[in-house]
């Protein structure tokens, strides 16, 4: 490291560490009279309403957050929506930002902090695509070098002013929200098959098996059934559950070839019907890591019934739209989900006793 890089760094963390000391020499250069003053917002004449999308990029990735009336959207996810609070965060943190110090700064100390092409280019655009606020977020800032500084969230980040690249700037905000990766972005909330009434399971291969139920608190049946069987009711409720509540992991990019994803050919396909009168049709595809690539689609009205009909009727009405968009997009499902419906039909029976 040179002396002019360590002596940067020096200064940096005097300043972050709970002193706002500079470092006084002879012949040391002066600060520019753009640079920021300490404590003073970083980026200036910035308003989360004028804020139309948000561009974040870095080398081998890069999200559009898009606003769409009052929600906000994925553009690289044929858009997808993505998680509202998440984006009023990142907005909050940008317009609260500010100097923890600021030193000038030469084009090798840029390369080295990841304040150029390797660092990651945030941009908040206007309704026009005009830019309104744009910032280059580099290397980790440590008060003290951690043990792994790979996996160390950091005590801030160095940044820079794409307009004043002769100035290099600390905040005390490691800036994890500028993340690139659309599964940090996406609304989670998947699909909810409740009150199942039947469903039936089609494995690779050609094996399958249906349970089905004639009321919401009846014992579930197997069909077909064969003499000396008996379904194993707990393990029948386990898979009936399974479809309860449904996150997503991620969604595919657009235009995900069909034989990529494995849904040409699926690995299963789950149908579920419930009592509220939808349908949900379920297949699988190839596994990607923890993960499974999936399709749903929901049909059906629903029809909801018993003493808490309104209310259940209202909640459906509200869920619906956004479970059937669903079917527009390939999905990423967590394979642990499906654990207890992907089994073979002789495993969802009883055990005899040995000897029986």
């Not at 972005?185 to 098996?209: D, N, P, Q, S, Y």
Request: avoid cysteine; proline fraction near 4%; aromatic fraction near 4%.
């Amino acid at each position: 490291m040179s002396a002019r890089a360590a002596a940067l760094l020096l200064v940096l963390l005097l300043a972050l560490g709970g002193g706002a000391l500079l470092l006084q020499r002879q012949g040391h250069l002066e600060r520019p009279a753009a640079a920021a003053a300490l404590g003073h917002p970083l980026l200036k004449n910035f308003a989360a309403a004028d804020i139309a999308a948000i561009s974040i990029r870095e080398p081998g990735g890069a999200i559009t957050l898009e606003r769409k009336a009052e929600q906000w959207a994925i553009a690289e996810r044929g858009g997808f929506p993505a998680d509202v609070d998440k984006v009023r965060e990142l907005v909050l943190k940008a317009i609260e930002l500010k100097v923890g110090q600021s030193e000038p700064i030469g084009e090798q100390d840029r390369a080295r902090l990841k304040l150029d092409d390797s660092g990651t280019q945030l941009e908040f655009r206007g309704a026009d695509g005009k830019a309104l606020a744009r910032l280059i977020i580099g290397a980790k800032f440590f008060k003290r070098e951690p043990e792994n500084p790979g996996r160390a969230i950091g005590d801030g980040r160095f940044v820079m002013l794409p307009d004043d690249t002769k100035m290099v700037y600390v905040v005390a905000d490691p800036l994890t929200l500028t993340s690139t990766k659309s599964a940090d972005w996406i609304i989670r909330t998947g699909f909810a098959a409740e009150k199942v009434k039947a469903m039936a399971v089609l494995l690779a291969g050609g094996e399958r098996w249906k349970i089905e139920r004639p009321g919401d608190n009846a014992s579930w049946k197997l069909s077909p059934i064969r003499a000396g069987e008996k379904l194993d009711v707990i393990r029948a409720n386990s898979a009936s559950y399974s479809l309860n509540s449904v996150e997503l992991a991620d969604v595919a990019a657009p235009g995900a070839q069909a034989a990529d994803t494995g849904l040409d050919k699926p690995t299963a396909a789950i149908v579920a019907v419930t009592f509220d009168g939808l349908t949900y049709t379920v297949k699988l595809g190839k596994a990607a890591g923890d993960n499974a690539y999936a399709s749903v689609a929901v049909a059906g009205e629903a029809k909801a019934s018993g003493a808490d009909a309104a209310e259940r009727g209202k909640k459906l009405a509200e869920r619906l739209p956004r479970e059937r968009a669903l079917a527009a997009h390939t999905l990423l499902i967590a394979k642990s989900k499906f654990e207890d419906i992907l089994k073979k039909r002789a495993e969802l029976l009883e055990k005899k006793a040995a000897g029986k």
